[in-house]
């Protein structure tokens, strides 16, 4: 037979109340010991007893037959067994009965308790244990818990209280492992209420308390490393961050080594990738490209809601369709509508910027349509502005608009009559467009571009009636004589200041006062060279210097002249120092004479002989230190020194020094050891 299974609905102290606990505490010590194979008496009481009490909960009239024939045979026997013959028969019948009712009971497999429909106060302590037995085997909390109940409640004293003890040893353990199970999943509340529903009464309760302080510590160290990874990501710090992530693994806890180290392993890489987009993002976004930012607000609105960077990849999306939109704005302050209008369109409406966006291309159109220059589209731009409801925050805007290009619509009609009569390019036609125009107020919207056409005209009409002056100045100054020219330059001066013509005829007038100087100074410039040429510089000097002080057209020319001519004198004079210093024929003089010779400028004749006697100073030092270098070796280093750099001698002069320093300062021999030949 099979055992039948408890569920989870029964109690093993179901139906007992304060009036039946001694009665039940007496009827289990007998059930006990006939569970326990102590042999019963014979009397009727003790089978009355046991009836009573049967483990199913049966009345007692559901009794079997049997046991009433048991009954009845200790009550009345028959009267021919009061004979010694009969007790005789019957000694001898009662061995085989019992060996026989023996050997059936023992072939007869007993039937198990229906766990479930036990009248547990009158359950014997086998029963009981049984039961428990069973509901323990399912490995859960609650039958673990009602396990224990079923046999905790049995007395100390009791035959079975040993292997009880031991089984709820076991059966307690087998919670706190459950527990810990729980634990390791990462339930730490359920794992610490499944091990305090130990009751307080058995051993294993005293490591509750050990056991769940252990769990705390170790669930607050694996808390304080993921919160530390996670102020390492906000600090964008990833290779730190993984490896505080890696302390995870030495954790002793599934949950935490494994579930939480993989989610946070997940959450650093999924953050990098994320730091990378939103840079990728910047970079895109600084190029001012449109097709850039539309990508960049892309890439930000990739990054996820569980993301580090989130917050930031939101604040950046409106950031950059706002970029967007001054880029559109700029695009209309140039009066190209067109492109204004195209990036207006493209910014996207995760930027929350739709109703900024539809309030510029509304007004946008319009600008465009008035832009157009003519009424048609002024009239045109008045409708569109029109169709911005008052609740819009650019009506106000638009209505200010309105009532500009009515105005203009009035100013575009005069300019139109005023340039119709401007085209005639009479000036009785510009004077009459000139009036027209001048009708429209400065304040006006085309105020500023009358002002424009106005002044284009005047300057037409001047033009008209100033160029014969210009012309007649040109033909009398053709002949190009002093005459002639300040002639040219009389008639061109009477255009007077301000006229159209005026910075026209100024540089004509320029241009011929030019060569009149000329003409005039020449004489005194050729007079200047051919003193240079004769070598008499200072003469030169004295009479080009008027005119370069003069401002006049040759004040160029004589300027440089004149420094020509004071660097020959300077060259000269540097000369002459250098050949006498040089007499002196000593290192430190011959040394100061080459210094005063490379003044020579390279643009003068002479600094040709100036290089040739550097190079010979220098020689005729090299020789001086040598002949010292013969007595005084370090006299001559000291001489030898003085050689300027760049000569021709400068390298000679080097390695005589070394070879001196070499003599003065010799090198150990190197001690060559002698290879002795053995006989």
Known sequence: MTERDIPESWHPTRGINPDEKERLSRTQKVGDHQASGIPATGSYDSVKQRTEHNTEGLPIKDQSDVTQRVKKSYIKLPGWMKGWVAWALLLTLIPGGVAFMATAMLLKLPTAPNCPAIFWPLASASVRLHCAQLAASKQTVNDLLQAIALVNQLPPDHPLRGEIDRLLEVWSQDILKLADGSFQAGKIEEAIATARKIPQDLPTYKVVDEQISKWETIWAKAEGIYKNAEEELRQQRWQSAFMVSSKLLRVDNKYWSSVKYDELNGIITSAKEDVDKLDKAETLASSKVVDNYVEAIKLAESVGKNSYLYQKAQELIPAYGRKMLELAQAKMAERDADTALDIARQIPEITGLRIEVEDFIALADAKRSAWIGNITGLEAAIIQAQQIEPSRPVYNEAQQLISRWRLEIEDVSRLEKARMLANQGTINDLSAAIAEAQLIPTSNPRGSEARQDINRWQAQVETIEDRPYLERAEQIAFLGDINSLQAAI??????????????????????????????????????????????????????????????????????????????????????????????????????????????????????????????????????????????DIAKGIETARLVPRGTSVYSAAQEQIKTWQQFLNPQPEQLIPSIINTP
């Open 490 to 631: 009389a008639e061109a001066s009477q255009i007077r200041q301000g006229r159209a013509l005026y910075p026209e005829a100024r540089r004509r007038i320029r241009t011929w006062v030019g060569r009149v100087q000329r003409i005039q100074d020449q004489p005194l410039l050729d007079q200047a060279r051919d003193l240079a040429q004769t070598g008499d510089l200072a003469a030169a000097i004295n009479a080009a210097r008027p005119l370069a002080s003069s401002g006049r057209s040759l004040a160029g020319e004589a300027k440089t002249a004149i420094e020509d001519w004071q660097g020959q004198i300077r060259a000269r004079e540097n000369w002459s120092q250098a050949k006498a210093v040089a007499q002196t024929g000593t290192p430190e003089a011959l040394v100061e004479a080459i210094r005063i010779a490379d003044k020579v400028s390279n643009n003068s004749i002479l600094r040709m002989d100036a290089n040739i006697a550097i190079e010979q100073w220098s020689q005729q030092i090299l020789d001086i230190a040598r002949t010292q270098g013969s007595s």
